[in-house]
C-alpha cells in the first residue's frame, strides 16, 4: 500500500502558521501513543533567505537520542515537501518522542506548516 487513504481514521493532520517579523517557527508534534511521521509541507509567502528548516527529534529517552530527521536549506525556496518512507509507513516514534520543527523566518515570510502523522497504538514504555 503507498500513499494516505481516506478511510483511514489514524492519520492526524496538524497545521501551524507564523506571519510577519519575529514569526520564527518554533513547533512541536508529539503523541501520548507510538505514532509515524508521514509527511511534512512547508509553504512561505516569498523566496526565503539563506536559512534552514529542520525537523528534530525530541525523544523521550532523553538528550543522548535526539536526533535531526531532515534539513532543507530553504535559499530562494518558497515549497518544501518531504514523505518519511512511501507516505504511509513514515518514520516511527515512540509515545512521548516530540518532533520539533524550526525555521529563522528572518525575512519576516508568511508560512504554513502541516504535518501528517498516524497513530500506530499505545505501548509500555521499556
Do not use: K
Request: net charge negative.
Amino acid at each position: 500500500m503507498s500513499g494516505i487513504t481516506v478511510n483511514e481514521s489514524n492519520v492526524r493532520f496538524e497545521y501551524f502558521t507564523g506571519t510577519g517579523q519575529g514569526a520564527a517557527m518554533a513547533v512541536s508534534v508529539s503523541s501520548d501513543e507510538l505514532w509515524r511521521l508521514m509527511q511534512v509541507r512547508l509553504h512561505l509567502s516569498g523566496a526565503s533567505a539563506a536559512e534552514n528548516f529542520t525537523a528534530q527529534i525530541d525523544s523521550h529517552a532523553g538528550a543522548a537520542y535526539d536526533c535531526v530527521l531532515l534539513t532543507v536549506a530553504m535559499n530562494a525556496l518558497t515549497d518544501t515537501t518531504f514523505m518519511f518512507g512511501d507516505g504511509s509507513d513514515g518514520q516511527i516514534l515512540y509515545q512521548g518522542d516530540a518532533v520539533d520543527f524550526a525555521y529563522a523566518n528572518t525575512n519576516g515570510l508568511t508560512w504554513g506548516l502541516e504535518v501528517t502523522w498516524r497513530s500506530v497504538g499505545s505501548s509500555a514504555r521499556p
